[in-house]
């Protein structure tokens, strides 16, 4: 009986949150506009020239091909998993296939990330959370010459996400497998990343955490990409705290993601964008 009301509960706890991000997407949706709606010169490139990039770009078909291999790879592992947990999994024995089509990047979103990071062309990238290596595969496409750190917990997704690189002839990505937060507190002292994505620890406490201890390295031309801002209420609460930073001056809500700048000479706007 007791188990029964436990699983009874866990399944109304998920029913919640997910009712709760089809409410969050409802509200997006009515907010949101396209190039149409943007008075910002930056933004009004950002969106026309990256986001609405209509361009079949070949590296689109190593992304697919990437991607389809993971999905084909039906074995298991053990993942090692620091962050806020899992809606799909009940396990930490996950298949690779399961993984890469339910935690993964998508397809239309690791274009997305292709694209902007062709766009502005970062010499250094950090990202916090390689998992199997399909976003970090898109930073690496996106420009070549930058030299990309992936920050990861699990040393058995790490492994595959090298594994794949390597097959891909990405060589501009150096795997680090550590806990974040200790990582960061050594780290950020003499390093400049141009562009940061944050999809390592999807709740309200880790995010804010990352946000503060990475704010010594901004530039002007900083770009930061916050994963699943609207994942929980908790992950739209660490949104809001960021977007109303003082150092913070444009952010760009795609629901999916946040998209956070520093540029000073900006007025400090806050734009929702479909994509």
């Known amino acids: 009986m007791h188990l029964l009301i436990i699983c009874r509960f866990v399944h109304h706890l998920f029913f919640a949150k997910q009712l709760g991000i089809i409410r969050s997407y409802f509200k997006f949706l009515i907010k949101s506009t396209n190039e149409h709606g943007v008075h910002s010169p930056f933004v009004f490139d950002l969106v026309t020239k990256c986001f609405y990039d209509k361009t079949k770009y070949p590296e689109y078909s190593i992304l697919k091909s990437y991607r389809k291999s993971l999905i084909e790879n039906k074995n298991f592992i053990e993942v090692t998993d620091f962050g806020a ?68 917990g699990c040393p058995n997704t790490m492994a595959i996400a090298k594994n794949q690189s390597q097959l891909q002839n990405l060589n501009n990505i150096e795997f680090i497998n550590t806990e974040f937060s200790s990582y960061l507190e050594t780290a950020t002292g003499n390093c400049d990343w141009k562009l940061i994505y944050f999809d390592g620890n999807h709740s309200k406490q880790a995010t804010l955490e ?33 977007k109303n930073h003082p150092k913070v001056t444009v952010t760009i809500d795609t629901f999916q993601w946040g998209i956070v700048f520093f540029r000073t000479e900006q007025e400090k706007e806050h734009f929702i964008i479909r994509t």
């Open 85 to 152: 947990g899992s809606r799909v999994f009940k396990s930490n024995r996950r298949q690779i296939s399961k993984i890469a089509k339910t935690a993964g990047i998508s397809q239309k979103r690791a274009e997305l990330l292709f694209r902007i990071t062709k766009y502005f062309q970062p010499e250094t990238i950090l990202e916090i959370g390689t998992s199997l290596g399909l976003a970090t595969s898109a930073l690496a496409l996106g420009n070549k010459k930058s030299a990309i750190n992936t920050l990861e």
């Open 210 to 242: 990352y946000f503060e201890l990475l704010l010594p390295t901004i530039t002007n031309e900083t770009v930061w990409i916050f994963d699943d801002i609207h994942w929980s209420k908790d992950m739209e609460e660490a949104w809001e705290t960021i």
